[in-house]
């Protein structure tokens, strides 16, 4: 957030004007132009700011509950919540009559030859025009493949000025100058349309996160926090902590640390949600109500939300083979075409200059040095930005590759395709206790892990119920199973799946019957057993989270084996699998076998993707060959390579980053097939003296109308398939 450092000792209070110790005051609130002093709590809480408050939005805590919370005014009059939109490129017309005109003379000089030299100028200065169009783009890709185009229509201009033995210029040479003049300037202006978009969205991902400004560095306690210095944020590093505000944005990633606060996850997303101790915020986000402290996991170009702009730039985050290939292309491709223009020059010696000329000049109207570099960068740019809008970021260019080829998902439930918020649906005794006795040693048991999901449950139940947790002795946590203890008369004591009682020697059988109809109405069951026997069983219900059905249906659209897995019961995660119309299951797995699960799905020789929350599911993510986590986007850089986060919590978002990268993946391929193929054979054939001029100007014309435009087409695509919000 952005504050001013205070420029005396005492200051008026922001609501009641009081003066207050700037370095003292008892509550301290930054905004994006200055830092806000109160001299107590009240005046905090009546404080608003000059300009009118915005209606209410709505807002998303993690239950799923919604309330309203009243946002920042610039919130909802904010222009980033709506597309992306450019003004279409300017079509040359100057550059276009030159060429038109010179074409016209080209044909008139076969009746009237004064009109070859006229010709040749209008085509050069269409040439020179187009350079002149093209030249901002040169910042982007290189002056080379801006240039080589123009410089061959030029060319082209020269060898029709050059006189046949009989006097005059060939007029097939002056059409041929007039349409390389068209061809280029087409080419320029399709690059130029093409590109804007692209360009538009990562000059919105750029300004929509702060570039400098000041941050409060917080303090050693948080309640009531004075800070300890303010740092700017360009000085800002990994690992600090600073303490963020309302009505202020974050200008750095980082992870909560404590405090709780309603923010907008991203500049682009409509609805706000309440954040907590661990959970993930991105630069750009805004703090509409609440207060937190944070600690800095990425700054400068690191951010997430910063990430896009540096693929396609040579950086270390362009680790594709596509992407490595395109500036290898870029390196190596200049010395090549200037090789097949000496060649062609050569293998045309003794047909005249003017022939010569005209074969150099179709060297490089066809050298598709543009097309290439356009087809390497672009449609990992318009992909990498288009879902950094939408909430979805990759960790580099070959975290965008290897999701556009996966071929299997594993889908984690709990949590990820459910909400994570189980609540037990009821309670079975067995024998002669009671169900208070039942609740009392699963509670017992259960603070062992008391931030575990099933104790949760578990121990709001019992609190609900008005019974005191059981005190049991020495208890052990057995990941994926359950709790082994020992109550005070010394008496061993198993709380959690079928499987855990089973090696530990209780036997179920007498309550087997009630699991398997709790589990076939899709709940977890969990075994209570004391003193060698079953006492009963607690069923847990979950909730599946919505638009989990649609998620698993695109990916199912995808062609992709999904595969749901869990560590519960096999009977209920395949009434989970059943709802949600899956086929592959794997069940009843503790975290620590769910790895070895994954990496033999990977052994088939697909590329296998992850759906999980870092933090539970990390045994699973980090067998992936594609790990995507779930309300984890600010936590990016921390991650190995090749992973996707996602700063929501909705699985849709997940299938959503594969369906972007497998649609770029295959832009990507039949465009770079088209242009280096296609490109590559039309320069062997020029060179070779095979392919006049005026051929290659229509044949490099219709590869670039096909070539250029993929970011374009992409970014149109996932605006039709992939909403930005929902």
């Not at 989990?548 to 869990?566: C, E, F, G, H």
């Not at 390579?641 to 649609?663: K, P, T």
Request: proline share 6%; aromatic share 4%.
């Amino acid at each position: 957030m952005h504050a001013a450092r205070p420029t005396s000792n005492t200051v008026p209070c922001a609501t009641c004007g009081e003066r207050v110790d700037a370095l003292r005051a008892p509550r301290v609130r930054a905004t994006e132009t200055t830092l806000l002093l109160f001299c107590g709590d009240q005046c905090a809480k009546l404080y608003r700011p000059t300009n009118s408050v915005s209606p209410a939005t709505a807002v998303r805590d993690p239950s799923g509950v919604h309330r309203t919370a009243e946002p920042a005014p610039e919130l909802a009059q904010s222009p980033r919540i709506a597309a992306i939109t450019a003004p279409p490129a300017d079509v040359p017309w100057v550059a276009l009559s030159l060429a038109g005109a010179g074409l016209v003379s080209a044909v008139l000089a076969h009746w009237f030859p004064a009109l070859a030299i006229p010709s040749a100028v209008l085509s050069a200065s269409a040439a020179v025009g187009a350079g002149w169009l093209h030249s901002a783009e040169a910042r982007y890709i290189g002056w080379l493949p801006t240039l080589i185009g123009p410089a061959g229509a030029m060319v082209a201009a020269a060898s029709a000025m050059v006189p046949e033995t009989a006097g005059g210029a060939p007029v097939a040479r002056l059409v041929g100058a007039a349409l390389a003049g068209f061809a280029v300037v087409h080419r320029a202006w399709v690059d130029t349309r093409a590109s804007q978009p692209v360009r538009a969205l990562l000059e919105e991902l750029e300004s929509s996160v702060p570039r400098s400004g000041q941050m409060i560095a917080a303090g050693d306690t948080f309640d009531g926090v004075v800070p300890r210095k303010i740092i700017g944020v360009d000085a800002a590093r990994r690992g600090e902590s600073i303490v963020v505000h309302a009505e202020g944005q974050i200008a750095v990633d980082g992870v909560v640390q404590s405090g709780s606060a309603v923010v907008q996850r991203h500049p682009f997303d409509p609805t706000p949600v309440i954040r907590t101790e661990g959970q993930t915020i991105v630069a750009g986000a805004r703090v509409l109500e609440g207060e937190l402290r944070m600690l800095i996991t990425a700054t400068g170009p690191d951010r997430a939300l910063l990430r896009p702009l540096q693929f396609g730039s040579a950086t270390a985050l362009d680790t594709s083979l596509t992407a490595r290939a395109g500036h290898a292309f870029r390196a190596w491709g200049g010395p090549a075409v200037a090789a097949a223009a000496v060649l062609g020059f050569l293998l045309a010696s003794h047909t005249g200059l003017g022939s010569e000329l005209g074969v150099v000049a179709a060297v490089l109207l066809s050298a598709p040095l543009l097309a290439v570099r356009r087809t390497a960068t672009e449609p990992l740019l318009a992909a990498a930005a288009s879902a950094a809008r939408r909430g979805v970021f990759f960790h580099d260019t070959a975290a965008l590759a290897r999701a556009g080829a996966v071929g299997s998902v594993v889908v984690q439930a709990r949590g990820t395709l459910t909400t994570g918020l189980l609540e037990v649906a009821s309670t079975r005794t067995v024998a002669d206790d009671d169900e208070a006795t039942v609740i009392g040693w699963a509670a017992g048991a259960e603070l062992a892990m008391p931030n575990h999901a099933v104790a949760r449950a578990v121990l709001t139940h019992a609190e609900r119920s008005g019974v005191r947790p059981t005190v049991l002795r020495r208890p052990t946590f057995v990941p994926g199973r359950g709790i082994l203890a020992t109550s005070a008369a010394g008496e061993p004591v198993v709380v959690g799946t079928r499987q855990l009682l089973l090696e530990n020697g209780v036997s179920v059988a007498v309550a087997d019957g009630e699991a398997k109809i709790a589990e076939s109405r899709g709940h977890t069951v969990v075994f209570v057993g004391v003193a060698g026997r079953v006492r009963g069983i607690l069923a847990l219900r979950d909730t599946v989270r919505p638009g989990a059905r649609a998620a698993m249906q695109r990916l199912i659209d995808m062609d992709a084996d999904v595969v749901l897995m869990s560590g519960d019961a096999r009977g209920s995660v395949e009434i989970l699998a059943k709802h949600l119309a899956l086929d592959h299951v794997r069940a009843e797995l503790p975290p620590a076998d769910r790895s070895a699960e994954v990496t033999r799905l990977g052994e088939t020789g697909r590329i296998v993707a992850v759906f999980g929350r870092p933090g539970l599911d990390d045994d699973a993510l980090s067998a992936a060959d594609v790990p995507v986590m779930i309300d984890a986007a600010g936590g990016l850089e921390s991650h190995r390579g090749g992973s996707v986060a996602i700063a929501s919590d909705d699985v849709r978002d997940a299938a959503s980053a594969l369906w972007l990268a497998r649609a770029t993946r295959r832009a990507t391929r039949s465009a770079s097939i088209a242009s280096v193929l296609g490109g590559t054979g039309l320069t062997i054939l020029a060179a070779g003296g095979l392919l006049p001029v005026l051929v290659a100007a229509v044949a490099a014309a219709v590869l670039d109308a096909y070539a250029l435009a993929t970011g374009a087409r992409l970014l149109r695509r996932f605006a039709m398939r992939v909403p930005e919000s929902k």
